[in-house]
Each structure stands twice: as structure tokens, then as C-alpha cells.
């Protein structure tokens, strides 16, 4: 990296935060007719989106969210010169708060679940083939999205640690998982008061 133009560094970095602003969720739902952010609960994500327009819209969502994550991750690594690296991680980070924090919405966005996720499929592609296989299983045992988001979050930093065994992965993978988790913390709370939406 140390030989790599600034320039492009700062600019892969900008580019990946807005790939993470494209509001998937507003576009898609608008095309069904609702806006997102005003009904359900609120949140522009896959979840809220086949809670009220179905899988078909939902779908289309999530694939749109992960690509902005594996778009970005691919772009760091193409200027770091290798896929698992330090600025890879950085720029998926950056997709992911582009998602979360986006300036063009006044910093309201979703949750990152599936940006992160798409971040983690360029990092590690079998780890992410099964988390997201296990998300639809654990959707499904538990009628709750949050309750399978949450698990497969946590479960992250787990395969990072025990099978990856990079310090620096470790503390980068933690990082992206604390901010998710963050960003559950209201859904967390429903899930305490038994309030928590069923989709």
C-alpha cells in the first residue's frame, strides 16, 4: 500500500461510502408503491421490505445491499493489490456506514446487515455462503429477522478468531459487528419486552 497514489485511496474510500447511500430499500419499495420509511417499522432494509411488499421486492433489495458491501470490498482490494487485507476491510467498513449513516438521508439509514454481509462474502466466501444460509433456517425456527441477524453477526467474529487466526482480522472483524449490533439496539429492546416485529 505504501507505493499506492493517495488519491486513489482516499477516493476508493469515497467511493465506497456512497456505493453503502444508494437507498436500495426507498427505490424498490417506491416502485411497489410505499414508502419504506413510513410504514412498518421504518427501517429501510430487506426485512421491513418483505414485511410489507413480500419476498419478490425483499429479494431484490437484499441482493442490491450486498452488492453495495462486495462492491466495495472489491474495489479496496484491488487498490491494496490483495482481497483480504487491511484497506479491503477498511473500504467495506466504509460501504457499511455509507449504509447505516448516509449523508444523503440525513444520516438515517438501515441496519447494515446485508451490506456487511456482502463486505464478508468477497473477505470470506465460505463462511458467508453458510451464515447466509443460516440466516434463512434461523429466520424461519424464530419468526424474527433481528433474532437471525443478531446470531449470525456475532457469529462472525467467531470463525475470524478461531479459524482465520490474524490479529488485525480479529479487531477488524469485531469492529464491523459492534457497529451492526449497535444498530439493533432498538430491536434488542423489543425482543426484551416480547415487542419485537415477526417477519
Not at 421491513?48 to 474495489?75: H, M, T
Not at 467498513?93 to 447505516?100: L, Q, R, S
Request: aromatic share 10%; glycine share 12%; with cysteine.
Amino acid at each position: 500500500m505504501s507505493d499506492v497514489n493517495p488519491v486513489l485511496i482516499v477516493g476508493a474510500l469515497i467511493v465506497s461510502y456512497f456505493l453503502g447511500t444508494i437507498p436500495s430499500a426507498l427505490i424498490v419499495s417506491k416502485r411497489g408503491g410505499i414508502d419504506v420509511t413510513a410504514a412498518g417499522s421504518g427501517n429501510p432494509g430487506t426485512s421491513n421490505v418483505v414485511r410489507l411488499l413480500g419476498w419478490k421486492y425483499g429479494l431484490v433489495v437484499f441482493v442490491a445491499d450486498v452488492l453495495k458491501g462486495s462492491l466495495a470490498v472489491g474495489i479496496g482490494g484491488w487498490v491494496a493489490g490483495e482481497r483480504v487485507s487491511f484497506f479491503a476491510y477498511a473500504c467495506g467498513y466504509a460501504a457499511v456506514i455509507g449504509h447505516t449513516f448516509p449523508v444523503t438521508r440525513k444520516f438515517h439509514g438501515g441496519k447494515g446487515v446485508a451490506t456487511g454481509g456482502g463486505a464478508m462474502y468477497v473477505l470470506y466466501p465460505w463462511m458467508s455462503l453458510v451464515l447466509c444460509t443460516s440466516w434463512f433456517v434461523l429466520r424461519k425456527a424464530t419468526g424474527k429477522s433481528a433474532v437471525a441477524s443478531l446470531i449470525i453477526t456475532i457469529a462472525v467474529p467467531i470463525y475470524v478468531v478461531f479459524i482465520r487466526q490474524v490479529l488485525w482480522e480479529d479487531f477488524a472483524a469485531l469492529g464491523l459487528v459492534v457497529l451492526i449490533i449497535l444498530r439493533h439496539i432498538p430491536n434488542i429492546k423489543r425482543l426484551r419486552n416480547k415487542e419485537e416485529n415477526a417477519a
